[in-house]
């Protein structure tokens, strides 16, 4: 089995990986990135809106542009930073402190890091309901993927559940790529996301249907239609159910952090809801209670883009100092104030609580 | 294919348009895109029926984590082919339960 050594092993090509890349090979590490797709860039590759925040942030710039940033940044790396593509990483050993990953889905090969940043970023949730896995029930992430980076058109009339922001900016996206969106329908009273793509989609016809959810998929093989109704406060059903004709039905109701590498690897996690789900729990340098490992991105908690990127920074930058290389500790602190800055006022609450319920003052050496 | 005509912020740039073959017909898509963008955009839906319930299975995540787009390609089973790039002349099957891998006697007395 072909073996690669490495000072940084960066599990991840996204926002969180390829800035972590960045900042590790800036700092004078070598640093290998893994990623499981075909491109470097993560989600953001189908990002085709303009990102909000801070100019230090991109805000303004388009998901996919602030993706070709990111990668010519590691380009300008040089031999500093390798990269391999369509490769999976698939377990940690502990013990011999060796990763497995899989090239294509065949060839296996062993990677021996002296230190770790996982950015394995997050996955879709499904909620149940009956006929939720016939084709025609997709991810929002997909219908991104479909649409926006391949060009493929996703479906004739979608129904989309979720309005938070994925719902819809992704209703957007879809009436953009010349599909019809049937309805958003939002199980709360409110609607999740911010104000602005609301309005957009709202402007152009699409009904956004609170206090409503999908009873069932139609379809014998694949999705024709979907039964929906309306809630009470407490969740049940009120009047009759009514049927939506769609061939697609795209499911935008949260993701959850893709984490099974860092339980493998016996970092202490805890479930936090308002992260999503259970994450690592680490210091302010993003470390891990694994000595050698840290993480970035929404593995560490969903979040936006902007975020995952400066955690990204920060990871690389731990990882590049506990490797001996000089890191002014300045560094972090421009860092920390920008993350600090993101999640500032009342749409930051709640991560801000998930957060410091995940953080820890600093490990004990040798734990 | 059914592709996106003229999107008001994105250009799509394509690789070479090759064929391949699904089930027995033979279809178009572009080299170097994953199977499962190319069969969605020739209208293919159904990519497995699942071992268990018979239920059928097509796109799902599209980024390699669900298992949903799991196919026989080039006669290699539990393909996450939404991962997995076209290339031309590639036999694409629809995959039926868990798929077999064929193990040779010298292949099999090394294991």
Redo the contacts between chains.
């Keep these: 089995m072909r073996e690669l050594k490495t000072d940084v092993l960066v599990v991840g090509g996204g926002p969180a990986g390829l800035s972590a890349a960045a900042s590790a090979a800036g700092a004078g590490a070598n640093v290998l990135i893994v990623e499981g797709d075909l491109h470097l860039g993560g989600q953001l590759v189908k990002q085709s809106h303009k990102f909000f925040g801070s100019k230090e942030e991109y805000a303004g710039t388009r998901g996919f542009e602030i993706a070709k940033i990111l990668r010519e940044e590691i380009a300008n790396c040089e031999d500093r930073v390798e990269i391999m593509l369509n490769t999976t990483v698939s377990g940690y050993y502990r013990e011999e402190r060796v990763v497995t990953a899989m090239v294509g889905e065949e060839e296996y090969l062993r990677i021996v890091p002296k230190k770790i940043v996982i950015a394995s970023g997050a996955q879709e949730r499904l909620i149940p309901f009956p006929n939720n896995d016939i084709p025609g029930v997709y991810g929002a992430g997909a219908v991104q993927t479909l649409m926006n980076v391949y060009g493929v058109v996703p479906g004739k009339r979608v129904l989309m559940i979720g309005a938070g922001n994925i719902g819809l900016i992704v209703s957007y996206q879809l009436m953009q790529a010349g599909v019809e969106v049937a309805a958003i329908l939002e199980a709360m009273p409110r609607i999740g996301g911010y104000w602005v793509h609301a309005a957009k989609v709202r402007r152009l016809g699409v009904p956004i249907l609170l206090r409503h959810s999908i009873k069932r998929a139609i379809g014998e093989t694949v999705v024709t239609g979907a039964e929906i109704y309306e809630l009470d406060d407490k969740f049940n059903q009120v009047g009759e159910t009514e049927v939506v004709e769609c061939d697609t039905i795209c499911l935008a109701v949260g993701l959850t952090p893709t984490n099974e590498l860092l339980w493998q690897a016996g970092c202490r996690m805890k479930y936090i809801p308002f992260l999503c789900g259970h994450v690592p729990l680490r210091d302010k340098c993003m470390r891990t209670s694994n000595e050698d490992i840290w993480m970035a991105g929404d593995v560490s908690g969903i979040e936006e883009a902007s975020a995952a990127m400066i955690e990204g920074r920060i990871a690389g930058l731990g990882a590049a100092k506990a490797l001996g290389f000089n890191i002014q500790d300045e560094m972090f602190g421009e860092y920390w104030v920008r993350l600090k800055n993101l999640r500032a006022g009342e749409v930051g609450e709640k991560i801000r609580a998930g957060v410091l319920n995940a953080t820890v003052d600093g490990w004990e050496e040798n734990a | 294919?059914?592709?996106?005509?003229g999107?008001?912020?994105?250009d799509?740039s394509?690789g070479e348009k090759i064929s391949f073959n699904f089930d027995g017909k033979t279809m178009e898509g572009f080299e170097?895109?994953?199977i499962a963008?190319a069969l969605?955009?020739n209208g293919v839906?159904?990519?497995r029926n699942t071992p268990e319930m018979k239920?059928?299975?097509?796109?799902?995540?599209?980024?390699?984590?669900?298992s949903?787009c799991f196919m026989v390609?080039d006669g290699?089973p539990?393909?996450?082919t939404?991962?997995?790039?076209l290339k031309r002349g590639m036999k694409v099957e629809t995959q039926n339960g868990r798929g077999r891998v064929e193990l040779s006697c010298d292949e099999a007395s090394r294991s």
């Design positions: 294919m059914d592709l996106i005509d999107h008001p912020v994105l799509f394509h170097g895109e994953p963008m969605h955009a839906r159904v990519y239920r059928p299975r097509g796109f799902f995540c599209a980024i390699g984590k669900c949903s390609v290699v539990n393909v996450r939404c991962v997995t790039p």
